[in-house]
């Protein structure tokens, strides 16, 4: 298959994910459309290196991923990323309520070494799964082995409907709040802080803003990447006691808060979309390792564990969550990033809001109300549960 060919297939399907999404009023996200035919794609015509060939794999996707994030931060405040802590405490409480399901219940109908090998994956870390896999094969246990990794590139099936379901009835709650319920909204207003940061002057800049005429492509993706070249380099001097991904979102906030970054740099310079394929490809690559035979080995253990997981992370993220003043339905959906993580959370997001959102307003008021928590609720399981996790089920092996 030729560069172009190859490019043309990974944006095609990445574009009749986007049309299916918008025809159906993200009904059907486009996630789970395009990993759905990537997969039957890997099954029958499609290369398993169809990413590598437009050059769209590593090492670009870890550079889209590191300026994705810092530019994701720019979105949000000091204020909004501490204001956090519920949803970062409802995120947890879901992936107890996974866990402690999983270990009783679960435990009983598939077996101890299923639930152990499976458990760390399916909140959504590929670290977590190649953890476990390799603990898996160290025992001798090669299907084990096998159900860690398919577990890893099979959770978006459930994540990524179940999302978009929860996401939609909290967009339409919120929306009835900002059309018809003024008391509701200027309650909502006083928690917003992401729109009114970007019209109004943060106290901590300390930096001017840099004149429009040299907001070019160039500057602009320059001091992006300058950014995230802090925050790898301070992860890489603290051992990575906290993930370079994590540390990315957080010097993105504070870039944006000091002046030195604008808001949305990646938008303003026109790189968004470019960098979002190269990311979400690389991501759906990971689909090619799912052949049919593997499936067929583990499907029934596979179906029963996430469907018990979801299960249980759903009755305890929505108790905390309604302790913490949060929907049912959107307790439910920042828990579920566990399943998948960035940028899914966002793509999900965007695509909720426009289905819903008649007005560049009420866009602007939905994502400002339902993107920090998705955000901030993925990099809490996926990046920093999942590997904690994998720690503690490997010594239970």
């Known amino acids: 298959m030729s560069v172009i060919v190859a490019f043309v297939v990974v944006a095609g399907i990445m574009a009749i994910g986007d049309v299916v999404s918008a025809r159906t009023k993200a009904f059907i996200p486009s996630v789970f459309v395009a990993a759905t035919l990537f997969m039957i794609g890997f099954w029958t015509f499609i290369p398993v290196n169809v990413i590598d060939i437009p050059g769209l794999g590593m090492p670009l996707a870890l550079m889209s991923m590191y300026l994705l994030l810092v530019h994701m931060g720019t979105m949000m405040s000091v204020r909004e990323l501490a204001s ?24 009983l109908i598939v077996g101890k070494e299923a639930i152990i090998a499976a458990t760390p994956p399916l ?16 025992k001798g246990l090669t299907s084990m082995a096998v159900l860690a990794i398919v577990m890893y590139v099979m959770q978006g099936f459930a994540g990524y409907p179940l999302t978009a379901l929860a996401l939609k009835k909290e967009g339409s709650r919120l929306l009835d709040i900002y059309r018809n319920n003024k008391e509701g909204l200027a309650e909502l207003s006083s928690q917003q802080t992401a729109a009114a940061f970007e019209k109004e002057k943060s106290k901590l800049q300390f930096i001017p803003p840099l004149p429009e005429k040299y907001q070019t492509v160039f500057v602009l993706i320059t001091k992006l990447a300058l950014v995230a070249w802090a925050s ?7 051992n990575q006691f906290i993930s370079p991904y994590v540390l990315c979102l957080i010097f993105g906030v504070i870039a944006a808060e000091i002046g030195f970054l604008e808001r949305k740099p990646l938008v303003k310079s026109g790189s968004f979309g470019w960098l979002m394929i190269s990311l979400m490809a690389y991501i759906f690559a990971q689909l090619a390792k799912a052949t049919p035979a593997m499936l067929m080995e583990i499907a029934g253990p596979l179906v029963i ?46 695509e909720a809001v426009n289905a819903l959102a008649e007005t560049p307003e009420e866009k ?34």
């Open 84 to 107: 956090q802590w519920k949803t970062i405490a409802i995120a947890l409480s879901g992936i107890a309520g996974m866990c402690a399901l999983l270990l009783t219940i679960g435990r």
């Open 123 to 138: 909140t959504g870390g590929i670290v977590a799964a190649i953890m476990m896999s390799d603990a898996a094969t160290a």
């Open 232 to 238: 790898v380099a301070f992860a890489n001097l603290i």
């Open 305 to 350: 564990i996430i469907v018990i997981g979801v299960t249980g992370m759903g009755a305890a993220c929505m108790l905390v969550g309604k302790s913490l003043g949060y929907s049912k339905e959107m307790a439910f959906a920042l828990s579920l990033t566990a399943l998948y993580g960035f940028p899914p959370n966002y793509i999900l997001t965007e």
């Open 364 to 397: 602007e008021f939905l994502m400002d109300q339902m993107l920090p928590k998705m955000l901030v609720g993925g990099f809490t399981t996926v990046t920093v549960v999942s590997v904690i996790l994998a720690g503690i089920f490997i010594k239970m092996m």
